[in-house]
């Protein structure tokens, strides 16, 4: 079973940046989607990322479009998401998860194995 698991998670003020990570076990990373997700207290999970199994192409929601960057190095089996110019707003715990290949990558769908989150606070 293929596990992921972030780190790069805390705290961090108004303005500032963290980079988060996903290492993914197994051999078959090169072949999924990777896709990153948050999830606010009280609300709903939602979409922030995702990138191609290569690499050559990423999603962004729009509330993110130029201040986070998804990347992946296939050689290391790890997907990051680059957080700039943070707001209180995108205080959330952070989830990456991966689907095949095949499907649409600017979908939310088909999305098979998560990790467990971590938790990102901005503060004011």
């Known amino acids: 079973q293929v596990q992921l698991v972030e780190s790069g998670g805390g705290l961090v003020q108004a303005g500032g940046s963290l980079r988060l990570s996903c290492v993914v076990s197994g051999r078959t990373f090169g072949t999924y989607i990777m896709g990153w997700f948050c999830q606010a207290p009280g609300k709903e999970r939602e979409f922030v990322a995702a990138?191609?199994?290569?690499?050559?192409?990423?999603y962004a929601a729009d509330s993110v479009k130029g201040r986070f960057t998804i990347s992946r190095d296939n050689g290391k089996n790890t997907v990051y998401l680059q957080m700039n110019s943070l707001k209180p707003e995108d205080t959330a715990v952070y989830y990456c998860a991966k689907k095949p290949s095949g499907l649409a990558l600017g979908s939310t769908a088909g999305y098979d194995s998560w990790g467990q989150g971590t938790q990102v606070t901005v503060s004011s």
């Open positions: 990138i191609s199994s290569i690499g050559v192409t990423a």
